[in-house]
């Protein structure tokens, strides 16, 4: 929750930022802003480039049954574990028009810790759609209508048991947006409110926002899966904290939302419900479970998701996250696995 609640400062930062920008450039000329953007440190030309370049917007092609979504905005390591498995499928032997991609655009100041990373693979993102609900929503949606060999679906981003405005009394909330902000939550930067932040959200649901629009949530998601045909192997990968509890919850009413019912579902959580994940700090190329389980991915021979020996690589995974997260002395983030015929 933290960390959602920072990128809703940050993105208050960077637009300020973007107004003294603005008056500088009126007031002063462009040799003010560069000298300011070099004093702060912000991104140069590259940077200005990819803040400004447009998320993919063509339609998505009908043999689409990879999906690789980087939801989250403040570092590039959701990015990278995006890239990297593009980059893998394709090796294997899978068409360009099989695999889509999803990522967020970082803000300007957000930019800057990860500039380097960014940069390297600015070229490779341009195929990507925006990472919102709406379009993920949409895509699969799409798909569920057509005759798929499978599906495959990554998400790597920030996650919370909630979204829950600290600071409000749930009696002022209206009762849709306490059922939107009162569950698990994967975020999704492209998207309102950048997915997370509940004030623009609240606000998108009084203007008539479909709520399912918004939120990336096990009932939404739940919903997504099992409109796709039962025989459809259904292949699942969450990176993020409480990512667990996509498939299982404490309190009754949220289990009853959990994916665990898709037909044909094998799933993997990052984290178990009530757990936090690592390594998605700037600097990191990866988080520890992206890359950790990329590794693993990449050693597999399969050539199709569908081919690869999930629960071989999981028993792995955990062993892998777990040693990692005890050299480094964090709470055990207790990744799950999940199958269901």
Do not use: F, N
């Given at each position: 929750m933290a960390r959602l609640r920072m990128a809703a400062?940050?993105?208050?930062?960077a637009a300020l930022l973007g107004v003294v920008l603005a008056v500088c450039r009126r007031v002063t000329g462009w040799w003010a802003v560069a000298s300011l953007v070099a004093a702060a440190g912000l991104p140069g030309c590259a940077g200005r480039q990819l803040?400004?370049?447009p998320y993919n917007a063509a339609p998505l092609p009908p043999r689409t049954r990879v999906f690789l979504v980087a939801g989250g905005t403040e570092v590039a390591n959701f990015a990278a574990e995006v890239v990297a498995q593009r980059r893998l499928w394709l090796d294997r032997g899978l068409t360009p028009d099989e695999i889509a991609c999803y990522w967020a655009r970082p803000g300007p100041a957000e930019l800057r810790a990860d500039r380097r990373q960014y940069r390297r693979l600015a070229a490779e993102l341009r195929?990507?759609?925006?990472?919102?609900?709406?379009?993920?929503?949409a895509h699969l949606r799409q798909q569920a209508a057509r005759p798929l060999p499978s599906l495959y679906l990554y998400i790597t981003s920030h996650g919370d048991a909630d979204i829950m405005p600290p600071d409000v009394p749930k009696d002022s909330l209206l009762p849709g947006e306490r059922d939107l902000f009162d569950q698990y939550v994967i975020q999704m930067g492209a998207g309102l409110g950048r997915g997370a932040e509940p004030?623009?959200?609240a606000m998108a649901m009084r203007r008539g926002a479909d709520p399912d629009d918004l939120v990336l949530s096990p009932r939404?998601?739940?919903g997504l899966l099992r409109a796709f045909p039962a025989a459809?192997?259904?292949l699942v990968v969450l990176q993020a904290c409480h990512s667990g509890g996509f498939l299982d919850a404490a309190r009754a009413e949220l289990r009853a939302d959990a994916i665990t019912d898709v037909p044909n579902l094998t799933a993997i959580a990052s984290a178990r419900f009530d757990r936090t994940s690592f390594g998605c700090e700037s600097g990191a190329e990866m988080t520890y479970f992206g890359e950790i389980y990329t590794r693993l991915l990449t050693r597999s021979p399969a050539a199709d998701p569908a081919a690869v020996d999930w629960p071989g690589l999981f028993t792995a995974l955990a062993a892998e996250v777990a040693a990692l997260e005890r050299a480094v002395d964090v709470r055990p983030s207790l990744p799950v696995f999940f199958t269901r015929p």
């Open positions: 400062l940050v993105a208050v930062a803040l400004a370049r195929a990507c759609y925006p990472a919102s609900t709406a379009v993920l929503r004030g623009p959200l939404l998601l739940r459809t192997p259904k």
